[in-house]
């Protein structure tokens, strides 16, 4: 059975979502408002348009995604995402991509495990581990 991460943004989810199709070439698979929900779950005033559950496909993988309580206090800490690319240069991409905004935590580099790594928390303060070609395909 597949573990799908879930990321509650706070009130910031939409505007993740459009960062993450730009930035590495996240799909919406369905997303749904607050005031889409049923009746008998009304949202909080000012809550209505921000998004209650969203699904996004990234490099074939789904990640879920919602503004929760939309308190703008998300914290991302003890787990990180990440992305394999099949080429350094993809990893390049996504990694400048990632950081824009964001904060460097380690540079991608080569390592002994990974032709290129780097770690780095995106704007919304979401971990990334990007990894570029096995050392020893």
Known sequence: MPVTPYLFLDGRCEEAIEFYK??????????????????????????????????????????????????????FKGFALSL???EAADGERMFKALSDGGQVQMPLMETFFAKSFGMVADKFGVGWMIIAGPKNP
Do not use: W, Y
């Open 84 to 86: 394999d690319a099949k």
């Open 22 to 75: 730009k930035s590495i070439g996240a799909q919406v698979q369905m997303m749904m408002r607050f005031k889409e929900g049923p009746d008998d779950h009304k949202p909080t005033p000012g809550t209505e348009n921000k998004i209650m559950h969203a699904c996004i496909n990234i490099n074939g993988a789904p990640v879920m995604l919602s503004d929760g309580r939309v308190e703008n206090k998300p914290e």
